[in-house]
Structure formats: C-alpha cells, structure tokens
C-alpha cells in the first residue's frame, strides 16, 4: 500500500482544438493545470503523442521541486480520434506513464458530466453525439462525422443554412430574414456560397451555427426549421435509447444546451446540468486505476 500511495494521477482531454491536462494528488485533489496544442489521434498521431506530452510537462512544471516523475503518474488520456481497442493501446504504448489508460473522449465526456448518475448525454458541437450510461456500461449513438452523420451539429447546422439559402434563391423554400442575411454575406452571390462549400471543413461551418442559433430565437421560421430538424434527431437518439425512471439528460457542448427548448416534454423534464467535464471524466477513470492498483497491492 504505502508504495502504491506515492503515485500521483494524471488527467487529459484531447480533442482537435486543443488538449488539458491536469495532475491530481492521490485522493483526486487536483494541484495543477495547462493546456496544449491539437490532439486529434486520428489526424495526426505523432503531433497528438507530441502535444499531450506537452501539456502533462508544463502541469507537472507548476509543481516545481514537488513535481512527481512523468513515470509515476497513474493517468488516463481521453482523446478524439481513438476509434479501437489498437488505437488505446498504441498511443498508451508511446506514453512514458508507468499506469496508463487512454479511451475515446466520448467516454471521458459521458462520465464528466453524468458523474455518478445513470442516464444520457447529447453532446452536440461542431460534431454529434450521444450515449447512454448504466453503471459502467456505456452505448454510443453517432459521432459518425459531417459526410455520413453529425445531425444536430454546429456544423451540419452551418451546412444546412447554406442549402436552405440556395433553395431559397431557387424559389424552392420560403425566404426569410436568416436566408437574406446569409446571401448578403457572400456578396449576394449564390456561387460564392458553392465556392465557399468546397473548401469549407467541419469546423467552418460550425461557424455559421449562431446564427441559424439565434435567428430561431428571434422567432425566424428558417431559424426554427433547423433548430427543430436538428432536434427531430436528437429525440429519435433519446427516445431509442428506453430510458429509465431515475436517467437523468445532460447537454453539452457550444450548441447542445441550445436545443432544450426544442426536446420534447418528457425529455426536457430530465435535463439537469453537467457534473463535470471531459478532463473531470478523465481524472474519475485514472482515480479508479489508482484503486485497482491499491487493491491489488
């Protein structure tokens, strides 16, 4: 036991914006934070192993004399871009930790904002998805990417607008004033809004989101049309998933907490706040390796 208790615990969420890290003492009592750059491990690996590292250096930097060796950290690492079992393994693999998990950052995000209660999380960003916890049992719906999924995203959201503006101009959907103030954005021009979709990523039309976000606010009906598509999707998502008495909702996310108005009623009815985050969700999962070791030490 006392050599088990000399370990610290380390925690890191990563994603294609940005990752944290955080080090914990023993009883998860967090003693430093930072941040790094893009850590996607499907998009880049080597810069995903790169920048996690970097962020892990510069907590353990804040600690200074006290700082634990990268090697007697217990730390799970939740990152996008982990779609296997070999993925988990390899990027742990190339982690100087002596204990070392690594998970899918839905996983991290599921347990960070459920914290101890089972139920569902609608996590809804520039990407899509959803899951459903019972205990330590975790389903996914979703996260399938802008070409074959993402309903509900920032970015099918942003992509949508964009159609919607062009049916608009073709006479095909009524006009409105969201659909005049996106044409007027591109010049008036209904080809630089086809220029701009070919290059145009997840993230830039996630861009484009607040304003289908608040036009429904302002009671716009092509606003409304979207945001109530968008939530079509995820009612479908929450009603396949038979939830239980006791499940509570979790939205998250830059759009998510936007699409309560538009849930239906037994839905909204269970929507509570977030426990936690991804890293917070991270730092549970390394705290429950830590306990492994205890026990069977």
Same mark, same amino acid.
């Given at each position: 036991?006392?050599? &088990?208790?000399? +370990?610290?615990?380390?925690? %890191? ?9 955080? @080090? ?5 009592? =967090? ?17 995903? /192993?790169?920048? %996690?590292?970097?962020? &892990? ?16 950290? &217990?730390?799970? /690492? ?18 100087? $930790?002596?204990?070392?998990? =690594?998970?899918?950052?839905? =996983? ?14 609608? !996590? /809804?960003? *520039?990407?899509?998805? !959803? ?6 049992? @975790?389903? $996914? @719906? ?36 969201? *659909?005049? *103030?996106?044409?007027?954005? $591109?010049? #008036?021009?209904? #080809?630089?809004? =086809? ?9 830039? +039309?996630? *861009?484009?989101?607040?304003?289908? &976000? ?18 079509? +999707? ?13 499940? /509570? %909702?979790?939205? @998250? ?13 037994? $839905? ?30």
């Amino acid at each position: 036991m006392g050599y &088990v208790s000399t +370990y610290q615990l380390c925690a %890191v969420d990563g994603g294609g914006t940005g990752c944290r890290s955080a @080090i914990a003492a023993s009883d998860a009592r =967090v003693l430093a934070r930072a941040s790094g750059g893009p850590a996607n491990y499907a998009t880049n690996a080597e810069q995903t /192993v790169e920048n %996690v590292l970097d962020a &892990v250096r510069q907590a353990a930097a804040q600690l200074g004399a006290e700082g634990p060796a990268m090697r007697r950290l &217990v730390a799970h /690492v939740g990152l996008a871009g982990i779609m296997s079992e070999q993925d988990a393994r390899a990027m742990a693999a190339r982690l100087p $930790f002596e204990h070392c998990t =690594v998970s899918d950052d839905r =996983v991290t995000s599921t347990i960070g904002a459920l914290g101890e209660s089972d139920g569902a999380l609608l !996590a /809804v960003g *520039t990407g899509t998805f !959803a899951t459903l916890r019972r205990g330590d049992a @975790i389903r $996914f @719906i979703g996260g399938w990417g802008l070409n074959l999924g993402d309903q509900a995203s920032g970015a099918r959201l942003g992509r949508d607008l964009l159609e919607h503006t062009l049916l608009a101009w073709d006479g095909l959907a009524p006009e409105s004033d969201l *659909t005049r *103030t996106m044409l007027a954005r $591109f010049g #008036g021009v209904p #080809g630089e809004i =086809v220029a701009y979709a070919r290059q145009a990523r997840p993230a830039d +039309y996630a *861009t484009l989101a607040p304003l289908a &976000v608040e036009a429904a606010r302002a009671d716009d009906p092509s606003g409304r049309m979207l945001m109530e598509r968008g939530a079509a +999707y995820l009612n479908k998502a929450l009603a396949a998933m038979a939830l239980s008495e006791g499940d /509570v %909702v979790c939205l @998250i996310g830059g759009v998510g907490p936007h699409y309560e108005p538009y849930l239906a009623p037994e $839905f909204r009815a269970r929507i509570r706040p977030p426990q936690g985050t991804a890293l917070d969700g991270a730092l549970q999962l390394a705290r429950r390796k830590l306990e492994e070791l205890e026990t069977s030490a």
